[in-house]
């Protein structure tokens, strides 16, 4: 098949910069070059029907007629070497450990601010940071039980943290789903090369919410905000991977401080709770009084112990972008290690001098808001045009708090099914870490992919979509 | 279980089993619509209308009643929740809710169906391909039953799914039975091949045609008829077989609620295990079944209050 070789000055995740396979991949080659283009095309219609037959779809929020669509599903995998793994691994869990350990921190000793290294404001002030969550004992000193850790691989083929999301991420579904459709599609391309296995994951899940709790045996559930929440597919997904009940707020209640589920034998006793729903509405007491996802009085039943939330309410406050500069300096600061994942340089647009070099750099810059989530409030400097620059000049100068920027990555392409053919396409990568007794991370992620011709853009609710992926080469 | 979710899979099973009753249904009317003398047709027609409680609606709709009419008005319409149509879509909506409880296959058996039915809403069903649709649905429900039994661990969530299934059936059958039967017995007065057709009509619907050949041969007797599809344990779609799954289901249940429910369904089962023709044939069969009907219902409601209610 005819294949559009990737652009120069931008790392290519199958071609070496010499437009020659890298070695990782050499087994994907063969296979790719081999297929006919009729048959892929075939593949691609069958992948298709698979995926709306299973019902591996994703709600867009806004989109009346978007009820049911099919995430574009990319047939070429996503090929991460052993040795790249190794590093990202190893990176992750430190990553991980270091803000759970700054999380406990600022409900509780505030080191990290007494030290001088962020400053308070910046900590206490943050819409995300929950008073109440001080003094509050969690087992295992856990709050961020699942992370999804967003990474890009720039051209100098290194790779770099984008972004921590430690409210509920999602996405693990897909990386699983994606998976069984490529060993159902193309078995043979699991005969070529060795693949490391991820369906492990809800099983490590579940292991990992039961060890969120210290009593022996929880009773677990996925609480998840009903069926429409773009979402939804994952909750009931892993729910039933896990071999746990799917709630929704209805089927819960809190009498005595204790969480029941209402069954079909009477109310049943509830221990851990992996929610998928955000902060605000978990209860309407004490969040958002107009939420009909939550229970009421279930923040006072956490309050007192009584039940486990996974992840801990008030992790936001860590994987918000104005934070997000600080985690290498956590890293050293609680861990007293260098940091093996690099930060995407950040200017603080909330410091004069960061503020000026953007407004003087704009048209270079991405400027993104410190809380927003989603991709909906941001700038790409390079592609933006005049008045969208001028908008962002005035927004910057009014809320310069709200904003960080960063420098125009080049995120790294692989090869992808388009209109037109096979062309290079960038793409991003979201890998799991679970924390429970200890940091466990399968070998694999969600790898999302810009469709549209050098858009940088890789969000599932703005048109993006995933790629096979293929895990750690051994 | 959850309570939603137990609600969910009872009421999915009896959109899906619905579906198939009323496909059965529409099939032979039609069919017989169309060996009809020209002035009987319309009561042919109305029999899918009576046994959903639809004519009312469709009067209001349409004055008079032609195979069309009727394949628009119970096959695909979705402004009302007596359509085969509807049945799917609130089966997968129902699915949808409880996604988590359902095996893979069973999910997949529902939402292909989904898939399927809004392509074939699309095409438009007519007269000359509507038998074509019957077939799949009755074979969508066959799969969607299958793969319960053949993938589900049998835990509550089958025992209410199954529930739903057997509640719905023993209710269409008693319903079916009540108004073919009707319809059976007068051609009788006149034993034509109308009066064959007729019965054929009757064991059709409740797919009991080649049992009771098996059974009785060609001797056509209304009250074989009855026995059949009210006592004898060994037809799947007849009273006395549902009421033996239901009441079986119950006592499956995990925990100690239900108690009311067990009692009411175990009083009728074994009102059908113990029964015999001459009973029906003194009280009348259509009195019988209005009972029944009545009783059914009731053991519905218990069942949503004692297992679903909060």
Redesign the interface.
């Known amino acids: 098949m005819k294949i559009e070789r990737p652009a120069k000055g931008i790392y290519d995740e199958l071609f070496d910069e010499n437009h020659q396979v890298r070695p990782a991949c050499r087994g994907l080659e063969n296979w790719l070059f081999d297929s006919d283009e009729q048959l892929i095309a075939d593949k691609r219609r069958e992948a298709d029907v698979l995926f709306q037959r299973l019902g591996i779809t994703f709600n867009v929020y806004g989109d009346t007629d978007g009820a049911d669509r099919l995430i574009p599903f990319d047939l070429i995998p996503r090929v991460i070497s052993a040795a790249d793994w190794h590093r990202l691994q190893t990176g992750l869990r430190q990553r991980v450990q270091a803000l759970n350990r700054f999380l406990h921190d600022i409900y509780h000793d505030y080191e990290i601010v007494r030290a001088g290294i962020i400053s308070a404001e910046q900590v206490f002030a943050n819409d995300q940071y929950q008073p109440g969550m001080q003094n509050l004992k969690l087992p295992r000193n856990l709050y961020c039980h699942i992370a999804g850790i967003d990474l890009i691989r720039h051209s100098d083929g290194d790779f770099y943290v984008l972004e921590d999301n430690l409210r509920c991420p999602s996405g693990v579904s897909y990386m699983l789903e994606n998976r069984r459709m490529m060993m159902r599609l193309f078995p043979e391309l699991f005969a070529r090369m060795p693949v490391a296995p991820v369906d492990q994951y809800p099983v490590l899940l579940g292991e990992t919410l039961r060890a969120s709790c210290l009593k022996p045996d929880p009773t677990v559930v996925v609480l998840t905000p009903g069926r429409f929440n773009s979402a939804y597919f994952e909750h009931a997904f892993l729910a039933r991977q896990m071999g746990v009940e799917l709630v929704e707020g209805a089927d819960l209640f809190v009498l005595n401080n204790q969480v029941y589920m209402k069954t079909t034998a009477g109310p049943q006793q509830v221990d851990v709770i992996y929610r998928r729903v955000d902060d605000d509405f978990l209860d309407p007491l004490s969040g958002n009084p107009d939420s009909m996802l939550g229970v009421p009085g279930l923040y006072a039943a956490y309050r007192t112990g009584e039940v486990v939330l996974a992840n801990a309410m008030g992790t936001g406050v860590a994987d918000d972008k104005s934070i997000y500069p600080y985690v290498p300096d956590m890293i050293r600061f609680y861990l007293g290690e260098e940091p093996v994942l690099k930060n995407v340089p950040t200017w603080q647009c909330r410091k004069d001098e960061d503020l000026a070099y953007v407004l003087d750099n704009l048209d270079q810059l991405v400027v993104k808001e410190a809380q927003g989530a989603g991709g909906y409030g941001m700038l790409i400097g390079p592609k933006a045009a005049k008045q969208e620059l001028a908008r962002f000049r005035a927004l910057l100068k009014e809320h310069p708090e709200d904003y960080i920027a960063q420098p125009t990555l080049s995120l790294s392409t692989c090869p992808t099914f388009v209109e037109e053919g096979i062309a290079p396409r960038h793409l991003d990568l979201r890998p799991f870490v679970l924390s429970g007794k200890k940091v466990q991370i399968v070998p694999g992620g969600l790898t999302r992919v810009a469709l549209r011709k050098g858009s940088l853009v890789v969000n599932s609710s703005q048109g993006g979509g995933h790629q096979g992926h293929l895990g750690a080469r051994k | ?6 609600a969910s899979l009872f009421w999915m099973a009896r959109y899906l089993e619905r579906a198939e009753s009323l496909a059965r249904l529409l099939d032979v009317s039609l069919t017989m619509a169309l060996i009809d003398v020209p002035e009987d047709r319309e009561e042919q027609l109305a029999v899918p209308l009576q046994v959903t409680g639809t004519l009312g609606a469709f009067r209001q709709q349409y004055d008079s009643i032609t195979p069309q009419r009727l394949i628009d008005f119970l096959l695909i319409d979705d402004s009302h929740d007596s359509s085969v149509f509807s049945m799917f879509r609130n089966a997968r909506d129902n699915a ?7 095996s ?1 296959d069973v ?2 058996s529902i ?2 169906a989904w ?1 399927e039915i809004r392509g074939l809403r699309q095409q438009g069903v007519y007269e000359h391909s509507a038998s074509g649709v019957f077939d799949w649905t009755r074979e969508r429900s066959h799969t969607f039953r299958g793969a319960v039994y053949g993938t589900m661990l049998r835990t ?1 969530a089958f025992h ?1 799914l199954r529930l739903g299934t057997f509640v719905e059936r023993a209710d269409s059958t008693a319903r079916v039975l009540n108004i073919r039967h009707r319809l059976a017995a007068e051609a009788m007065d006149h034993p034509t091949a109308r009066s064959f057709f007729e019965w054929t009509a009757l064991l059709h619907s409740l797919a009991a045609f080649e049992a009771y050949q098996n059974l009785y041969g060609h001797n056509l007797d209304p009250l074989n008829a009855a026995e059949l599809l009210v006592l004898n344990a060994d037809i799947p779609r007849s009273l006395h077989a549902c009421m033996q799954e239901i009441a079986n289901l119950l006592n499956e ?5 239900g108690r009311k429910s067990k009692r009411l369904a175990s009083s009728l089962y074994a009102n059908l295990r113990f029964g015999d023709r001459d009973y029906i044939a003194e009280t009348g069969l259509h009195d019988y079944l209005e009972d029944f009907l009545t009783r059914i219902q009731r053991i519905s409601e218990q069942i949503q209050t004692d ?2 209610g ?1």
Do not use: Q
Not at chain 2, 96 to 102: A, K, S, T
């Open positions: 279980m959850l309570s939603r979710a137990a949808l809710h409880v996604r988590g409880n359902l893979a999910w997949e939402n292909t898939i509550d209410f249940i995990d925990g100690g609620h297992y679903m909060w």
